[in-house]
């Protein structure tokens, strides 16, 4: 059985229909990287399997559990799947270990001292233990967003999704965040990011998604979609980069 | 006739400032009781319950106060309740401020960027626990000048509730310009003791303003 299971789906804003039949599966320890311009519905996708937009046809399920749109399903999936933001969207009344510790807190209850430990942990895995009482606006971004993906990782998901998220860094912070995602792949995590890190995704990637006008394009393993692109439209985006 | 001094004006005066600020304090708290639930239900997922706040706000913002509250006192005296001049100032001006306090309040929570609600879904939050750990505590900061700023329209609406026949600082002043003759002086006093109630209210609206511009941290 496949971790993330898409069938069919289909999303449309009013007249203007985003994805048109996205048919997807994500095998446990699968690492995809979702490329294709501006507006082909990459977000929009990974938005749609964690329920922040809600499915206009079609069916999404992770680990055997269907997506549905209430709150006692919704907190489920996200329970399994974690995402990381390109605007790191940090709590910035909260220390960074407050902003680890909180969803354990308060979504799992967890006793403080143990959601502590982990915080420390999970800050230690991405190398900001010592930035525990630090607030957010004293992080550079390429922090900010090492600490969101420890926060995310302290939910102890199934999956990560990762909407760009070193799109918003200046250039020389890029690494530092794109080595803790090469760690995650490398300790078998499974993850879906939408990436312009071609480079990266040729790397690290055990498939590659291209998306255009709200389909899968062309899918495959890196060193084929990259090397042997099959559709003018895929090598006209790679012309680009 | 009896001679009348300032110091018995005054003092009249200051005897009736405590039910201005026993009214203010009701109207502004019940409001802001009322006026969280209103915030509650406007930045709700479901339409129902953000129309049914928008509504309210709607008319309680869209009709003068003094009309609320000759309804809810002329109004309600019509099927046989009868409402002592009390009770349906507090409870007009409390629905009243409600109105306003949601709507102050709705657009702080607005001020807050997506991204935070968006966060705390993806971490399994339910929508009370997104508002209450990550979106309230960020926009009660910013909430705090224009909630502070606002109680000076309370103070001052207070005034209005005299119409009715409460007897606050304004009808005290009617009262006591009445039996001293001495209309000038008597509201000239009137005006000095809503100002001390009102000024350091506005002022410290001003420097909370002005020290949240300062203290901006990336939100
Ligand atoms: N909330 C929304 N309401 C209406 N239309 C939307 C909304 N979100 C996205 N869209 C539209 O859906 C389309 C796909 O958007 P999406 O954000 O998924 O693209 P993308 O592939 O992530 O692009 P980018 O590389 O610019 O991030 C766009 O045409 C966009 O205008
Ligand atoms: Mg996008």
Redesign the pocket.
């Known amino acids: 059985m496949s971790l993330i299971e898409i069938t069919e789906v289909r999303k449309s804003?009013g007249e203007?229909e985003?994805l048109k039949g996205i048919n997807l599966d994500v095998e446990p320890g699968e690492v995809i990287a979702i490329i294709?311009k501006?507006?082909?519905?990459?977000?929009?996708l990974l938005r749609c399997i964690n329920g922040l937009e809600t499915i206009s046809k079609g069916s999404i399920s992770v680990a055997g559990a269907q997506l549905h749109d209430d709150e006692v399903h919704l907190k489920a999936l996200r329970l399994k799947i974690g995402m990381i933001f390109q605007q790191f969207n940090l709590f910035p009344h909260l220390t960074v270990g407050g902003n680890v510790m909180l969803s354990q807190m308060v979504v799992k209850k967890t006793a403080k001292p143990e959601a502590e430990k982990m915080a420390r942990r999970m800050l230690e895995r991405v190398g900001l233990e010592q930035k525990f009482d630090a607030y957010p606006d004293e992080l550079s971004g390429g922090q900010q967003q090492r600490v969101a993906i420890a926060r995310a990782l302290a939910m102890q998901p199934m999956a990560l999704l990762c909407d760009?998220i070193t799109s918003a860094l200046d250039p020389e912070l890029v690494a530092e965040v794109l080595a803790v995602v090469r760690e995650l792949a490398a300790e078998g995590m499974t993850l879906l990011m939408?990436t312009h890190e071609m480079k990266f995704a040729r790397d690290v990637c055990s498939r590659v998604v291209f998306?255009y006008q709200g389909r899968v394009h062309e899918i495959g393993r890196p060193e084929d979609v990259f090397a042997n692109p099959q559709t003018p439209e895929l090598k006209q985006f790679l012309g680009l980069h | 006739m009896i001679e009348f001094t300032i110091w018995d004006i005054l003092r009249n005066l200051l005897l009736a400032t405590r039910w201005t600020i026993v009214l203010s304090l009701v109207s502004f708290i019940g409001g802001g009781i009322v006026g969280l639930v209103l915030l509650f239900l406007r930045v709700s997922k479901r339409q129902w319950s953000r129309s049914l706040a928008k509504y309210y706000i709607e008319l309680f913002q869209g009709t003068p106060l003094l009309m609320q509250l000759f309804i809810a006192f002329f109004g309600l005296g019509l099927f046989g309740i009868d409402v002592p001049a009390w009770l349906a100032a507090g409870l007009a001006l409390i629905f009243w401020s409600a109105a306003f306090l949601g709507e102050i309040w709705r657009g702080c929570v607005e001020a807050i960027a997506k991204g935070q609600w968006e966060a705390a879904a993806s971490l399994g939050m339910g929508r009370l626990q997104q508002m209450r750990y990550v979106i309230l505590p960020q926009a009660m900061k910013i909430a705090v000048p224009p909630t502070v700023g606002f109680s000076v329209q309370v103070i001052k609406g207070t005034a209005l509730t005299s119409i009715i026949g409460f007897v606050e600082l304004s009808k005290a002043g009617t009262v006591v310009t009445n039996a001293t003759f001495q209309p000038f002086t008597v509201y000239g006093l009137v005006a000095l003791i809503y100002f001390a109630l009102c000024w350091p209210l506005s002022w410290s609206s001003q420097i909370l303003e002005r020290k949240l511009n300062v203290a901006h941290r990336n939100y």
């Open positions: 804003y203007n985003v294709g501006s507006g082909s519905g990459k977000s929009t760009e939408v998306m």
